[in-house]
């Protein structure tokens, strides 16, 4: 009952693409030792980040952050944004109005940006 609200999350504003949608292996995401797993990392993912912070000066590019304006995950200007301010000499790829899959969202914009650091 929840995987719709999850795809939501995940991919709004944009639209989940037809592949994703019909390949993807719902059931094995599903599994309670799956869940258990993801909720451990979600539970450490935010201490961690506070922790590294004080060392994001000290990356060296390059350096480039993908981010959809849209992504109801991470904020863009809030996280990502910030984030390429703190690592000097960064790149920032906006995908406008995408959503947090980029990488299923925009392959393309993905690709150029691998191909370009």
Known sequence: LLWPRILARLF??????????????????LRPS???????????MVPDAFALRPHYGEVRPPVTILSGTGDRLVSH?????????????SRLVAVEGAGHM?????????LDAVSAA
């Open 77 to 89: 200007a809030g996280q990502s944004a910030a984030l390429h301010q703190r690592i000097p000499g």
């Open 34 to 44: 799956q869940l258990r797993s993801a909720a451990a990392e979600s539970a450490l």
């Open 12 to 29: 709004g504003p944009s639209p989940v693409p037809e592949r994703f949608a019909r390949d993807f292996p719902v059931d094995m995401v």
């Open 102 to 110: 980029l990488h299923q969202i925009a392959p393309d914009r993905v």
